[in-house]
């Protein structure tokens, strides 16, 4: 039958555009997502799950997605199978992080089941994990932390495992981990699971943690070790500063930039030497540099020489075809053509 005489009629289902679906059509999948609308919505959920599925194409999924959150009532698991397929196949479209915001509102639900998860030894969904608790500290809201119903062990868990899947929005990692040790009354043997190995990575961003947010409760036991940690560190910093085998030692720095010198020289020339380019011309090495020497002027007004005259000078060879003047410079790279190599 005619996809699009099916898509006409006033009840259409799955079943009916099953075979569309199972073709691999890009057409067919285009033209049955403009009328996605048209289907129950049991079915419109299985017809797009199902060409995300099938799918290859970038544009089709993320059409797939937006047309789920426009038309499609949010459903937890649902939506929970959408990420899983895309993050699969290592897809993020603009629609993603609407997904995740809707999980995110439903945080009750979204946050625990994914807390839950993740604090196991082997996560069931540690893709989807990532990606919801990466989404939370993107655009982390104490809101999300507020009574939330988790196992206080479970918690710490997925703080320890946090500090090893965050390398940006460091700044929300460490406000997180501020809300749970105040929401869970932590103690300083349990903050310091997992605040020791973001502090030695991130010692700087905690230092600005406290400066601009002085505001926050100072007597809490989480802000207490995080400014004893930050002294720490700095009373350490000073220490290596002032120590004589932490300073840079001038002799191996200079020894260090003449063997830099002339590593670089070298490449340079076996570069020259490989250059197809380089062989075509041949090359004229300029001099210029200049002399000098040291003088003192008498009560007679006359200078009398202090040693002999020095002199140094620079080097640098380059094409001679580069001294050809401009205007004559079309006519000479014809003639090139011709010779193979300058004259």
């Known amino acids: 039958m005619d996809l699009d005489k099916i898509l006409l009629e006033e009840d259409i289902t799955y079943e009916k555009i099953k075979e569309f679906i199972d073709s691999g059509d890009e057409d067919n999948y285009y033209k049955i997502l403009s009328r996605i609308s048209r289907f129950p919505e049991n079915d ?30 949010y459903d937890y698991d649902y939506y929970k199978e959408i990420i899983n397929i895309n993050t699969i196949k290592n897809i993020d479209g603009t629609w993603n992080d609407e997904i995740k915001d809707k999980l ?9 089941s994914v807390f839950e998860d993740f604090s196991k030894e082997q996560p069931e969904s540690i893709h989807y994990d990532i990606k919801i608790i990466t989404r939370l500290l993107d655009k982390y809201d104490e809101k999300y932390i507020k009574n939330l119903k988790i196992d206080k062990k479970n918690l710490i868990e997925v703080c320890k495992k946090i500090n090893y899947i965050m390398t940006t929005n460091v700044k929300n990692v460490l406000k997180f981990f501020y809300c749970i040790s105040n929401e869970y009354k932590l103690n300083l043997g349990e903050i310091s699971l997992f ?15 406290i400066e601009e947010n ?15 940690k930050v002294e720490q560190h700095d009373k350490e910093e000073k220490i290596k500063y002032d120590m004589e085998i932490f300073k840079p030692d001038t002799k191996r720095m200079i020894e260090y930039r003449k063997f830099q010198f002339k590593q670089n020289k070298e490449i340079n020339k076996l570069a020259s030497k490989k250059s197809i380019i380089g062989s075509l011309f041949k090359s004229n090495t300029i001099l210029y540099g200049r002399k000098y020497g040291l003088a003192v002027a008498t009560k007679d007004s ?42």
Do not use: W
């Open 44 to 73: 419109a959920k299985i017809i797009c799950k199902e060409i995300i599925n099938n799918s290859k194409n970038e544009d089709i999924i993320d059409r797939a997605c937006m047309e789920i959150i426009t038309f499609i009532q």
């Open 104 to 112: 995110l509102d439903d945080s009750e639900k979204a946050i625990v």
């Open 195 to 209: 605040l020791n190995v973001f502090f030695a990575n991130y010692p700087s961003v905690c230092k600005t943690f």
């Open 214 to 228: 002085k505001d926050y409760d100072s007597k809490t036991i989480f802000i207490k070790d995080l400014k004893v």
């Open 302 to 343: 006359k200078e009398i020489s202090v040693g002999s005259l020095h002199e140094f000078k620079y080097e640098y060879p380059y094409p001679i075809e580069y001294l050809v003047d401009p205007v004559e410079y079309i006519e000479k790279i014809n003639s090139l053509k011709n010779l193979g190599r300058g004259k």
